[in-house]
Structures are given as C-alpha cells and as structure tokens.
C-alpha cells in the first residue's frame, strides 16, 4: 500500500512557474513508476508525465515538452514536477500516482493516486 499527498499547487500568472512535490509513505516506493496527471474542468484526466523507479527513464505528453520536469528522489520518497513557462490551459488539478508495473502514460497502468492539487495560471 502507497499513500501519496501532492503539494505545491498554486496561482501564478502566466509565464510564470511552479514545483510541484508528491511525498509518499508506505513501502518501497523506490520500486515504483510515479506519473503526474492532471484534470482541467469539464475534461477529462489526462497525462503529463511519467518517470521509472530508479529515474533513468522520462515522458512526457506533447503538451508539456520542454517545459515541465520530472524527477524523483527516492531518499526522500517523493517525486516532483517542475513546472516553468506556464499557460493558462496548464490550469487543472494535479494529480500524482504509483505505479508497480513500468512508466506508462496509461491511466489504467497506476495502482495508487494522490488526491490531486490546484494550479491556477492567469493570463
């Protein structure tokens, strides 16, 4: 079992930027794939980024590509996302999640999801 608590969410303009952190507790977190997602109003959850269990492995969705990254300290068993030069349509809430199996852009593929935090991007 994996309990995972996002934070560092947010207003910020546009341009503008965030780092967002996923702490989790429970056992070796370190063996697991962690991904970011993210749900703006009225659409559906989508995917961000994802990044394998020792960290040697990054994806990304096309949205996010040169601006967002993705990183995980397992010493501290928390992953991050870095965000810089954000848009108004970065405007969603963030969701972090574990996954036992590889680093997937695929919902379906995490077994264990934070309960999300705000980021807010004006123009």
């Known amino acids: 079992q994996v309990q995972l608590v996002e934070s560092g969410g947010g207003l910020v303009q546009a341009g503008g930027s965030l780092r967002l952190s996923c702490a989790a507790s429970g056992r070796a977190f370190s063996s697991y794939a962690m991904g970011w997602f993210r749900q703006a109003p009225g659409k559906e959850r989508e995917f961000v980024a994802a990044?394998?269990?020792?960290?040697?492995?990054?994806y990304y969705a096309d949205s996010v590509k040169g601006r967002f990254t993705i990183s995980r300290d397992n010493a501290k068993n928390t992953v991050y996302l870095q965000m810089n030069s954000l848009k108004p349509e970065d405007t969603a809430v963030y969701y972090c999640?574990?996954?036992?199996?590889?680093?997937?852009?695929?919902?379906?593929?995490?077994?264990?999801w934070g309960q999300g935090t705000q980021v807010t991007v004006s123009s």
């Open positions: 999640a574990a996954a036992q199996g590889i680093a997937t852009a695929l919902q379906v593929g995490y077994d264990y």
């Open positions: 990044i394998s269990w020792r960290g040697v492995s990054t």
